[in-house]
């Protein structure tokens, strides 16, 4: 496309300032890790791996991590098995008002989050007896998360040929066969994608597991992070740097694999 | 031994639509048949019915006598070929061919046997670990027809496995259908909305509308005695010629020109009547004099169509459209004679559309 | 002799060729049960909630009595709920819809002009504010707008104490920065999704980069446009994020309405005013969901 030389000038400018604006509070996550006298200020005085030293003395940092691994794989998982049946199923079956359905669904999901409905969530993992339980957290997210999850999948699961579920059909497979030598396997980019997502958003919640886990050794890193920098002191921006980069790191890298691997796009079904 | 008899099939969809409308065909063991018809006139409708996609709302499908319409698509012994082949594409061709096969628990010596078989037949032994993403069109269409063949079904179901190759594919494709068909000796059905696909491949044919049956028979019989207009207008390469006139006496006058009734017609119609007289553009050749049964007109158009040339005269306001063996093309505007086939004129009745 | 067929006996009621019923069922069935048990029961529960006087503590936690309207009308003469409201709808308004939305379209638009390499690299740098967890993503504006050595203060020469003195203006602008992603890829499919040729018609038409944004980009991408304001208002509503940079404070100056909810909830365990709170958030977000709907339906006549 032709643009004049103001339109280049002005399109690069902001490009470069938008840049910026997005890159530098995130820059002291990347630097004040490895600066031997860790301050709010971003810079990066005296390189060294101290504060991942510090870091590990506290007992419940590596803990908290692995926690946030369990919360996250598990709702993503919970979200592929259970959501992608139910994504296919909606997607072949047509009743009067699905799509409508489907989109009040999404609103429902969006309009009760974790704020909205803490006091019943609080309430329901009390009376359920999964208050402080790992499986409490993740049924919770994936609640949330599964109208959304289930939106996205059954836009995947459009784009199949029906064909192919109907050859195999003639063939004599069963409706589970379908779903799991066809359908599951074409979709594949869809779930990784979804599971990907699901992770991200749970690994990063820091709401639920802030209202049901009450005992330290299950809590996630969501909720660690926070502790650690809502005691005052400059001592704790060492653990907090150290931790908080090691706590970002593994979402940043499935981002990029996923986008590698399959793009990172939300293929159609936004326009509503 | 493998016939297929379709009684009183009725379909009516959710939405009211009436696709399939109290149909009764007989297809015979080993044919190869067609359903030919424009969209939306049930063929394919049709044709997943008897696979068990559809269920019929009415009547009765029998498959070597045995009553199969209620029975789920599994379990017929049917195989079906899609218009977009369906190939699953995270198996390879080989895995492909396998599928039903596995699902039918066969055990790993009988796969291997079956697949080779296929694969065999179809020529595509080369192609086995290669994805349905790496091959062609045409060998994408031979690994379905590969695969519905691994299964040794008693009916073979084609839904316009022709329409996504491009042209000249298509040809050598069909010539190779045509072949393997007679060769293997299964009864197959084929859909499709290309006549002279269906002229070329079948041994008897349906002609479909609005989920009724207008004719049935072999493409020589589509050919040369279509029943009604509205096969008469939907098969040949060429638009039939169809003209109206007026009855008098023994002669059907069109315009100015007039013609001799044979005798069954004469006999059904009275003077006055209007009804309508076919002939094949093929069958339309110049005549030297004018006169009794001949069009006389203006050269209006000419096609160039290889051997021959269609030429379109205007002759009292009615087209009329004629052969003209090559070297001979008229001129636009010079007024030539075009003398109908009387062996080959057939007249149809206005209202019913029917043949007289 | 004949027996009588039924009617649909094997396809479904929508004509489905490979799904039955039952199986129809048991692979929904799953998704239908945890939807309903850990979200559609607790958006009624906190409806419910919202008209008693439950505790959790003291009386009312073990005999909790139906006050009907009480709590709402509590809320109505509260000045905290009011200035919790108003918050909340600065919020959403600065940080949404004059934020993410126009930040996220015109960085599609731009970048869609741009080389490959260019669009990757931004778009990496815009996703990964959205991706950083959001314990570390607040520490990290705690961080930056530091008023004694904070980045935002080093380069413009200040020593501004960003979070006391403009607290609102402060999260109005990290949610811009945190949510803008979302919004972006949302409008790079928007804008990807209009056909090349639409665009070169009008370019040869004599049309400015300009005009061929108003007349032809926008009005093709107002699904998208709408779906994202619905998306991104309800989201920034509800949300409980900044909670981790500012607590709600200084005072009150940033309590957002899921933060005023949390106070009274799991501070003060007043769980029936907190519900009622809850419960006028669902209502306020049924009436936004309403507005843009019905808006994008009406103008689409």
Known sequence: MEKSASERITSALFVVIVSLFFLLPIAWLFLAPFDGQPTYRLKLSDPSLNNFREMSQNPYAYRSLLNSAIFSAGTGLVIILIGAPAAYVLSRVKFKGRDVFLYFLLLFSSVVSGSAAMVPLFLLALRFNILD???????????????????????????????????????????????????????????????????????????????????????????????????????????????????????????????????????????? | MSTVNIKGITKVFPNGVRALDNLDLEIKDGEFFALLGPSGCGKTTLLRTLGGLESATDGHILIDGNDVTRTSAGDRNVAMVFQDYALYPHM????????????????????ERRVNMAAKALSIENLLDRKPGQISGGQQQRVAVARAMA???????????????????????????????????????????????????ADRMAVMELGKIRQVGSPVEFFHRPANLFVASF????????????????????????????????????????????????????????????????VKITENLGTHYLVLIDADGNVVRGTVPDGSEPSIGEVIHFKPDPERTLFYDTKSGELI | MVTEIKAGSRTDKSGNAVLRGGAASFFLSPA?????????????????????????????????????????????????????????????????????????????????????????????????????????????????????????????????????????????????????????????????????????????????????????????????????????TLWTFNDFGPYLITSGGPGQETELLAIFVYNNALRFLDFGYASSIAAIMLLINLILSLIVITTGKKRSQ
């Open chain 1, 133 to 272: 339980t790992y499986h409490g957290v993740i049924f919770i997210l994936a609640g949330g998360l599964l109208p959304a999850a289930i939106f996205i999948l059954k836009d995947f699961t459009d784009s199949l040929p029906r064909s192919y579920e109907e050859s195999a059909k003639i063939f004599g497979a069963s409706s589970f066969r379908i779903l799991k030598d066809i359908v599951a396997p074409v979709i594949r980019p869809g779930l990784a994608v979804i599971f990907v997502w699901a992770f991200v958003q749970s690994w990063g919640n820091f709401l639920i597991p802030f209202i049901i886990i009450r005992d330290i050794n299950k809590q996630p890193a969501a909720v660690m992070m926070y502790s650690f920098y809502t005691e005052a002191g400059d001592a704790v921006i060492r653990t907090v740097a150290a931790f908080g980069l090691l706590y970002t790191i593994p979402v940043l890298l499935m981002y990029f694999y996923v986008n590698r691997k399959y793009g990172f796009r939300f293929y159609g079904g936004i326009k509503g």
């Open chain 2, 92 to 111: 390879n061709v080989k895995e492909n061919i396998q599928y039903p096969l596995k699902i039918r628990k066969y055990p790993k010596d009988e796969c």
């Open chain 2, 151 to 201: 299964t040794t079904p008693n009916l073979y179901l084609f839904d316009e496995p022709l329409s996504n190759l491009d042209a000249r594919l298509r040809l050598e494709a069909r010539s190779f259908l045509k072949q393997l068909q007679r060769e293997l000796g299964v009864t197959t059905i084929l859909v499709t909305h290309d006549q002279s696909e269906a002229l070329a491949l």
């Open chain 2, 235 to 298: 098969i040949g390469s060429t638009p039939m010629n169809l003209l109206e006139g007026v009855v008098q006496g023994k002669d059907l006058k069109i315009g100015e020109a007039k013609f001799a009734l044979p005798a069954h017609v004469s006999k059904e119609v009275s003077t006055g009547a209007k009804i309508i007289m076919g002939v094949r553009p093929e069958y339309v050749s110049v005549s030297k004099s004018s006169g009794s049964g001949v069009f006389s007109g203006k």
């Open chain 3, 32 to 232: 239908t049960i945890i939807i309903i048990i850990f979200l559609v029961i607790p958006a009624f529960w906190t409806i419910y909630l919202g008209i008693t006087n439950y505790r959790l503590t003291g009386f009312s936690a073990v005999d909790p009595e139906i006050i009907g309207l009480e709590n709402f009308r509590r809320a109505l003469s509260d000045p905290a709920f009011f200035n919790s409201l108003k918050v909340t709808f600065i919020f959403t308004i600065g940080s949404a819809i004059l934020g993410q939305a126009v930040l996220g379209f015109f960085l599609a638009w731009i970048l869609f002009g741009l080389s490959k390499r260019v669009r990757s690299t931004v778009e990496i740098i815009v996703i990964a504010a959205w991706m950083v967890p959001s314990s570390v993503v607040s520490f990290l504006w705690i961080a930056f707008l530091n008023g004694d050595v904070g980045t935002l203060n080093a380069i413009l020469g200040s020593q501004t104490r960003w979070l006391i003195d403009y607290p609102l203006e402060s999260i109005v602008v990290f949610n811009i920065w945190r949510g803008t992603a979302f919004s972006m890829l949302l409008f790079a499919a928007a804008v990807a999704s209009i056909p090349k040729s639409h665009l070169e018609v009008a370019r040869v038409a004599g049309a400015s980069r300009g005009q061929q944004l108003r007349t032809i980009v926008l009005p093709a991408i107002r699904p998208y446009i709408l779906t994202d304001i619905l998306l991104i």
